[in-house]
């Protein structure tokens, strides 16, 4: 039997107990993004099929973020947040790479997102992979030194967190950073009081990454994928199912590490309703005894970054949004309205404060032009 009215509760019987749900939902975190990639759809193929997660790397993704500008940076944005959105995602933990437009580059996500009404922590994915002469290495020496490039994106996360952004120091991952890398970006880390965002054994090429990382990490990191993570490494762990399978990386099983697991998407928009959905399919795979309620867990876990999120009010088309039993068997469920700060951002499926229309014209322009850069 259902409900069709607003702020609908009804009660149903689980196991024994009497458990109270509605059509609402606080708002969600995605606690792993990569707002830059809402432009990737329908690019170009590239030159060689990839067989492999590095060549994935090499032939996709380094280089569609060498090829943005500041305009394609700032509607990728506006376009990943009103998604997300529109998708009852309230707040986003983003993780930027540009290497030809670093300096302002966060800022430019800040206000994209700030002016769709979505909370937004972001950063630079510091990296040593382009060398000083420009050229690109998909793998970099630990004693090798620190490279320019790495310097100017240290330098936009200082400089982002001291003007008051809410950020974190991003690096892309041990195996194209040096030592040297590492350890500075740890060190400005803890000058600015906040974690590190970096992404930890998502392939077996950088399998090895706790060892290197283990010295530095402290619980205020978040650590991103952690599939060929061997041992334990201080930190949140990031789960990306859905990435994790589009990359052939293998499955993180995250319910076999200590870690505090969260839920990100790694840049495959914010809908973290179907991710979660996803996720508890892959952990039901992994093992029959599991239930919706550990991937529910893992979502309330990015509160701890974005506890002001957890009081933002999501209305929904579907009045037992809150059981994770319900949920996790009903795919097809809808926002119609958002509240953040006490101001409704999104009502009737349609955000307030921005022009949906215009923001998919305009990212669609940079998109076409992303795609002949990429030709």
């Not at 004693?143 to 809410?166: H, N, P, V, W, Y």
Request: glycine share 6%; charged share 20%; proline share 4%.
């Amino acid at each position: 039997m259902a409900y069709n009215i607003a702020d609908a509760e009804v009660c149903f019987r689980r196991h024994g107990r009497i458990i109270a749900v509605s059509n609402t939902t606080p708002g969600f975190v995605c606690a792993h993004h990569h707002l830059y990639s809402s432009l990737a759809r329908g690019m170009p193929a590239p030159p060689l099929a990839p067989t492999k997660f590095i060549e994935v790397l090499q032939q996709v993704w380094w280089r569609l973020d060498a090829a943005l500008d500041a305009d394609m940076i700032y509607w990728s944005a506006a376009l990943g947040a009103v998604e997300a959105l529109m998708n009852g995602t309230t707040a986003i933990i983003d993780h930027h790479e540009s290497p030809n437009m670093i300096e302002g580059s966060l800022s430019l996500i800040d206000k994209a997102c700030s002016e769709v009404g979505v909370r937004v922590n972001t950063c630079y994915g510091i990296t040593d992979r382009w060398d000083n002469n420009g050229q690109l290495h998909s793998k970099v020496s630990p004693l090798s030194k620190m490279t320019d490039a790495a310097q100017r994106g240290l330098a936009e996360c200082k400089r982002f967190i001291s003007e008051g952004g809410r950020g974190m120091i991003g690096v892309h991952a041990a195996f194209t950073c040096s030592d040297e890398t590492l350890n500075a970006a740890a060190q400005l880390a803890m000058q600015l009081d906040v974690g590190v965002h970096i992404h930890v054994a998502e392939g077996i090429d950088d399998a090895h990454a706790a060892a290197r990382l283990s010295a530095l990490a402290t619980d205020d990191w978040l650590l991103v994928h952690g599939v060929h993570l061997d041992t334990p490494l201080r930190g949140r762990l990031v789960h990306n199912p859905r990435s994790n399978m589009n990359n052939h990386v293998g499955y993180g099983a995250p319910t076999s590490k200590p870690n505090t697991v969260l839920l990100g998407t790694d840049g495959i928009g914010a809908d973290m309703l179907e991710e979660s959905r996803l996720a508890y399919a892959r952990l039901r795979e992994f093992n029959i005894a599991e239930t919706p309620d550990t991937v529910s867990q893992w979502l309330k876990n990015a509160y701890q970054i974005f506890p002001e999120a957890e009081n933002d009010v999501v209305t929904w088309n579907y009045d037992q949004v809150q059981s994770p039993w319900h949920v996790a068997f009903t795919p097809g469920t809808r926002v119609t309205d958002v509240i953040i700060d006490g101001k409704v951002v999104l009502k009737d499926g349609l955000p307030t404060q921005v022009d949906l229309d215009e923001i998919r014209a305009k990212a669609h322009e940079q998109a076409i032009r992303l795609f002949e850069r990429l030709q």
